[in-house]
């Protein structure tokens, strides 16, 4: 992995609700890492109370090929880093505080997940889409208007794209799936137990599956085989949750136009066609 600026966001993905030895090393990290960045391997691991190997296999975990790696992206995230904080409701705020507030968080949320996504990760799930049978999506709540807004791009490139928002259809839909199709579930926490259980059930069935989630160590994402990570720090599920479908759109959105781009003059003349059926229906009568 190339050194992205990603590593904060990282650590705090892969701390969310773990403990252990790699956790503990984490939230030194995260407590004071304009400290960590200069220690060497064995320094970190003494302040931490832990090995020089643990140490090593933080760094692993976090995708990093080992000690000197990891440093270099934790400078390089300090050095992009623009700390943004968002409190829930905060009793006298003025309306411009509270927009810039809102407006900072998330393009910080979509900075850190762009740095995040791995272009080889992105690149494989689009290939597998491209040559796919067929794509079921599936999300609820706020995930499952990502699901269907996956579906709108994905059929407008003439592919066939399913979105899936109830969790008893999930059932029968990744009872009937292939080698040729893909599964997709969104979910912020990835702890959405239908959702789990339906990408488990397809990749049984043989289906490539895929996770779209904010935590690399959650269930989702173990039960998947690819995973393509959002990076938003709020934590409350009732705040994260809703927020999170900004960068989830987003990775949604990159996918159609890398398709697109790959299908060139055959995605303009779908789009093209597209456009003109939808001015057609929006075009107010004229009463005169």
Request: proline letters at 3%.
């Amino acid at each position: 992995m190339s050194t992205t600026g990603s590593c904060l966001p990282r650590i705090r993905a892969s701390v969310q609700n773990k403990s252990g030895a790699t956790a503990r090393i984490g939230q030194v990290v995260l407590k004071s890492p304009f400290r960590m960045r200069n220690l060497s391997i064995q320094a970190l691991a003494k302040v931490c109370g832990k090995s020089p190997a643990t140490v090593y296999r933080f760094c692993r975990d976090l995708g990093y090929e080992g000690y000197r790696e990891f440093q270099l992206d934790l400078a390089a995230s300090m050095a992009n880093a623009n700390v943004v904080t968002l409190e829930e409701f905060v009793e006298g705020a003025g309306p411009r505080s509270i927009l810039h507030g809102v407006f900072e968080y998330n393009r910080q949320s979509l900075t850190d997940t762009e740095r995040m996504l791995e272009e080889r990760e992105v690149t494989r799930v689009a290939k597998l889409i491209h040559k796919s049978q067929k794509v079921l999506l599936l999300g609820f709540g706020s995930s499952g208007l990502v699901a269907r807004r996956g579906e709108e791009v994905l059929l407008s490139l003439g592919l066939t794209a399913i979105a899936i928002t109830d969790p008893f259809t999930q059932i029968f839909a990744t009872e009937n799936v292939g080698r040729k199709d893909v599964v997709i579930g969104i979910s912020h926490t990835g702890r959405t137990r239908d959702i789990v259980e339906a990408i488990r059930r397809a990749r049984r069935r043989g289906a490539h599956t895929v996770a779209i989630t904010n935590y690399p160590h959650s269930a989702l994402a173990e039960a998947s085989d690819f995973r393509l990570f959002t990076a938003f720090r709020e934590h409350r599920i009732n705040a994260a949750v809703s927020s999170s479908i900004i960068p989830q759109l987003c990775i949604v959105a990159s996918i159609h136009f890398i398709l697109g781009s790959w299908a060139g003059g055959k995605a303009k003349k779908l789009a093209t066609e597209a456009e003109q059926r939808a001015q057609k229906i929006l075009r107010t009568p004229d009463k005169r």
